[in-house]
C-alpha cells in the first residue's frame, strides 16, 4: 500500500513546495501523525481505519474502478446540470473534495478524494456513507484532527494519501498536488485505462463553486500546477476525455457552494 508514482510526479511535488515555500517537513509530520491517528485510535477496527481495513477498502474501490466502463472524475468547477443526464450503466463516479456537492442526489460517486476542504458537502458524503481518500500535507494537521473526531460517531471508510518523497507504509502517493490532478493520479496508480476516464468540471482560469474558502490568486496558481500535473498523467483532459453522453434534462441544477 506504499507504491510511488513516476519520478517526474515526485519531482513536481518538490518543485510546488519549492514555489509556494512550504516545507516537505510539515507534509511528513501530518501524513505520519495522521497514519498514527487512524491506527491506534481506540475504535480503529471497528471504524474500519486499521491498516487491514482501509487494505480492503482501497482494493475493493480498485475493483469498482478498473471494472467499469467510464470513470468521471468530478472537479470544482463542475455544473450540476453537467451531471444531470442519462448516464450509460457501467459509468462510475469520482469526486474531487468539495465538489461531490455537484454529484450528490444526481449521481453516487465511488469515492472522494480530498485534503478536507470541503465543508458541508463533505460531510453529506460522509453521511452518505461515501469512502475517502484522505490527504494530509503540512496545512491541513488540526483540520484532518478534527473531523476525525467529529465523523467518530459515523466513521467513513478511509484510505490515506501523502505527497512524501519517500514511501510510508499504510499510505499511498499516487502523485499529485490538487484534489483534482490527484484524483486523475490515482485512477493512473489504481489500474484505470486512461481511455475510460472523463473529466467534468476541470478548469485552470477560474476558481470554481465547489472549491472550498479559498484565496482566488493563490488558488488559480493552484489551478496552473493541476494543469501541469493533469499534462502528464492525461493530455486529453483538457478536451474532457473519453465521450460524455447528451444531456437528457436542459433544467439548469447548478447550485451555489
Not at 512550504?22 to 509530520?29: S, V, Y
Not at 453537467?82 to 469526486?95: H, I, K, N, Q, Y
Not at 502517493?173 to 490527484?182: A, E, S, V, Y
Not at 493512473?188 to 477560474?206: A, C, H, M, N
Amino acid at each position: 500500500m506504499d507504491g510511488a508514482p513516476d519520478d517526474a510526479f515526485i519531482q513536481i511535488q518538490d518543485e510546488v513546495r519549492q514555489h509556494f515555500g512550504w516545507a516537505h517537513e510539515d507534509d511528513a509530520k501530518s501524513a505520519v501523525a495522521l497514519l498514527s491517528a487512524c491506527e491506534n485510535h481506540p475504535h480503529a477496527d471497528a471504524f474500519g481505519w486499521s491498516r487491514t481495513a482501509r487494505n480492503a477498502t482501497l482494493e475493493r474501490i480498485r475493483g469498482v474502478l478498473t471494472t467499469a466502463d467510464s470513470v468521471v472524475l468530478v472537479g470544482a468547477a463542475a455544473q450540476r446540470k453537467e451531471l444531470d443526464r442519462s448516464w450509460p450503466a457501467g459509468t462510475v463516479f469520482v469526486a474531487a473534495d468539495g465538489a461531490v456537492g455537484a454529484c450528490l442526489d444526481l449521481v453516487m460517486p465511488a469515492c472522494v478524494v480530498t485534503d478536507l476542504d470541503g465543508g458541508e458537502h463533505l460531510d453529506a458524503a460522509v453521511s452518505r456513507g461515501v469512502p475517502l481518500f484522505v490527504h494530509a500535507h503540512g496545512d491541513n494537521l488540526s483540520t484532518w484532527a478534527r473531523l476525525l473526531r467529529a465523523w467518530s460517531s459515523n466513521p467513513p471508510q478511509l484510505v490515506l494519501t501523502h505527497q512524501c518523497r519517500n514511501p510510508i507504509e499504510g499510505m499511498l502517493n499516487p502523485g499529485g498536488f490538487t484534489d483534482g490532478d490527484r484524483a486523475a493520479c490515482l485512477m493512473r496508480w489504481l489500474g484505470v485505462e486512461e481511455e475510460k476516464v472523463i473529466f467534468v468540471g476541470y478548469s485552470t482560469d477560474r476558481v470554481g463553486p465547489w472549491s472550498g474558502t479559498t484565496d482566488p490568486v493563490r488558488k488559480l496558481e493552484k489551478l496552473a500546477w493541476m494543469a501541469t500535473v493533469l499534462d502528464l498523467v492525461s493530455p486529453k483532459w483538457r478536451t474532457g476525455g473519453g465521450d460524455v453522453p447528451s444531456p437528457d434534462s436542459t433544467k439548469d441544477l447548478e447550485t451555489q457552494a
